[in-house]
């Protein structure tokens, strides 16, 4: 069962940084493309960031230069937060487009609230 699992999200103050973690079953084949997105209360879900089978990195203009996304080890890829703003304030979900299955997985999701 393909499964994506985010961790790192919670409240941090406006300026601080937060590291938020995705972590995705060994399953999944032919990875085109790994990012995050976002959803605010009352708000569709938009893009954050990124990060092709290339690491070629696509990231929202709200966001660049202080948020970075990145593959780690054993199945997993990051989204470094530094600088957050109270409009960084969403759940956040991890995404994989797999190749093989031309399918987009999504994780459940994690709170990140940021406090002015």
């Known amino acids: 069962q393909v499964q994506l699992v985010e961790s790192g999200g919670g409240l941090v103050q406006t300026g601080e940084s937060l590291r938020l973690s995705c972590k995705f079953s060994?399953?999944?084949?032919?990875?085109?493309?790994m990012g995050w997105y976002r959803q605010a209360p009352g708000k569709q879900r938009e893009l954050v960031a990124t990060i092709s089978n290339l690491d070629n990195t696509e990231y929202a203009d709200s966001v660049k230069d202080r948020f970075t996304i990145s593959r780690g080890f054993a199945n997993t890829f990051h989204l470094q937060m530094n600088n957050v703003k109270s409009d960084d304030t969403a759940v956040y979900f991890c995404?994989?487009?797999?190749?093989?299955?031309?399918?987009?997985?999504w994780g459940q999701g994690t709170q990140v609230t940021v406090s002015s």
């Open positions: 995404t994989i487009r797999s190749a093989w299955t031309e399918k987009d997985y």
């Open positions: 060994d399953i999944i084949f032919d990875i085109e493309r």
